[in-house]
């Protein structure tokens, strides 16, 4: 189970020591996801976004696959378990713009406000996770670690209820999210009644089995 953990404080790298960094971390690197270092000291490099929403998403499309329900041009529906997407930034880019990103890259139009960037790395057989404040560069993290997810991974998630805004969801929104809940429910009815549809057909079969005669 993941556990909260306090974020350590930020220390600043010298240019020396971020080339040397970047020259260790391409030298760990298996999967060709290397860092660049420019001339005026900016990198880019690739960071990996693990998907872990447990509300529905809206995107601006009209074919999209998965539980939803449909309002003008956009869909509402929920977005696979264990989606992780790679994402080219900078050393620059803050966590804000890298949440705007994932979201873009999905055609999502949900407003960024309502998602927050978690770390996560395993220390001391724990799994520790924190939420990143939005001024923070994933990429600088992601060197310092090195490039071993098991080190450190990122997940993409909504606040958490009692931080949710709800002032940023749109009517529109909110009633295709009524809608999937009602086709759910609707759903998860017929099942219950399906069940103990056969439930009675056995036991009347069985009661049947007792009271015939001879």
């Given at each position: 189970?993941?556990?909260?953990?306090?974020?350590?404080?930020?220390?600043?790298?010298?240019?020396?020591?971020?080339?040397?960094?970047?020259?260790?971390?391409?030298?760990?690197?298996?999967?060709?996801?290397?860092?660049?270092?420019?001339?005026?000291?900016?990198?880019?490099?690739?960071?990996?976004?693990?998907?872990?929403?447990?509300?529905?998403?809206?995107?601006?499309?009209?074919?999209?696959?998965?539980?939803?329900?449909?309002?003008?041009?956009?869909?509402?529906?929920?977005?696979?378990?264990?989606?992780?997407?790679?994402l080219h930034i900078s050393s620059t880019n803050t966590v804000r713009e890298v949440?705007?990103?994932?979201?873009?890259?999905?055609?999502?139009?949900?407003n960024p406000a309502k998602f927050a960037l978690y770390k996560r790395c395993h220390?001391?057989?724990?799994?520790?996770?924190?939420?990143?404040?939005?001024?923070?560069?994933?990429?600088?993290?992601?060197?310092?670690?090195?490039?071993?997810?098991?080190?450190?991974?990122?997940?993409?998630?909504?606040?958490?209820?009692?931080?949710?805004?709800?002032?940023?969801?749109?009517?529109?929104?909110?009633?295709?999210?009524?809608?999937?809940?009602?086709?759910?429910?609707?759903?998860?009815?017929?099942?219950?009644?399906?069940?103990?549809?056969?439930?009675?057909?056995?036991?009347?079969?069985?009661?049947?089995?007792?009271?015939?005669?001879?």
């Amino acid at each position: 189970k993941d556990v909260q953990k306090e974020r350590e404080p930020h220390v600043y790298l010298s240019k020396e020591e971020v080339k040397e960094k970047i020259q260790s971390y391409n030298s760990s690197v298996t999967d060709k996801l290397k860092m660049t270092l420019n001339a005026n000291g900016v990198y880019t490099g690739f960071i990996k976004v693990q998907m872990e929403l447990c509300r529905p998403i809206t995107v601006q499309s009209s074919q999209s696959q998965g539980r939803c329900a449909h309002s003008n041009n956009e869909t509402a529906f929920y977005l696979p378990d264990g989606c992780v997407n790679t994402l080219h930034i900078s050393s620059t880019n803050t966590v804000r713009e890298v949440i705007e990103a994932l979201l873009k890259k999905f055609f999502v139009a949900d407003n960024p406000a309502k998602f927050a960037l978690y770390k996560r790395c395993h220390k001391e057989d724990q799994v520790y996770t924190c939420k990143l404040s939005d001024r923070e560069h994933p990429l600088y993290l992601r060197l310092v670690a090195g490039p071993r997810t098991e080190m450190l991974s990122f997940v993409l998630r909504e606040h958490e209820t009692g931080e949710v805004m709800w002032e940023a969801f749109s009517i529109p929104e909110l009633q295709n999210f009524l809608r999937i809940l009602d086709k759910e429910e609707n759903e998860q009815l017929q099942i219950l009644k399906k069940r103990y549809a056969a439930y009675r057909d056995k036991l009347e079969e069985a009661l049947g089995g007792v009271w015939k005669p001879g």
